[in-house]
């Protein structure tokens, strides 16, 4: 049985900011604002497996006015919805995610990134795919005011599933 979970994340550019992209420092002039440490690949992944699981969003497991979460590493987050997952009795077949920023290219951080993904959902980096598209100097991203990432999930139930998670 499978189940597949989308989910997106924007944050805002800001001087003054790191910039954290699948918990890898990017080097870059402008940093993505948020109360956590705004890794907008991580949050959207989180997003898209708690989608996977029909149990709600983000923002309901972790809200952004909790003053715990203020600079919290994002992996927290998607390691928080991996233990659900895995407590359902699914695991991770593969994800698939795009994120969207116009400068730095972010070739040569795409497989840390994967790297970081695949420790986190207990998968191989093969079941990982990162990619990267500016916004073509246009919206948010492409006026340099945004970061996105948008991701795609697909999980396995293995032997036994629990909650009605059929
Ligand atoms: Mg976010």
């Known amino acids: ?4 979970g989308f989910g997106t994340d924007i944050h805002r550019l800001v001087a003054g900011r790191p910039l954290v ?7 870059s002039e402008l940093g993505a604002d ?19 699981l029909a149990l709600g969003d983000i923002g309901m497991h972790f809200p952004n006015d909790e003053e715990r979460w203020r600079n919290a590493e994002s992996s927290i987050f998607l390691r928080y919805a991996v233990g659900l997952m895995k407590e359902r009795g699914f695991v991770v ?27 986190v959902l207990e998968i191989d980096i093969h079941q990982v795919s990162v990619k990267a598209k500016t916004g073509e100097k246009v919206d948010a991203v492409g006026e340099q005011r945004a970061i996105r990432a948008q991701v795609v999930i697909m999980i396995e139930a293995k032997g036994e599933t629990t909650d009605g998670h059929r």
């Open 1 to 4: 049985m499978f189940r597949i």
């Open 34 to 52: 948020g109360h956590s440490d705004a890794d907008v690949l991580l949050h959207a992944a989180t997003d898209a497996l708690l989608g996977a």
């Open 21 to 27: 992209l699948g918990g890898v420092v990017i080097e």
């Open 93 to 119: 077949c593969n994800i698939d995610s795009t994120i969207d920023l116009e400068k730095p290219k972010l070739r040569p951080y795409v497989d840390a990134m994967r790297t970081n993904l695949a420790n």
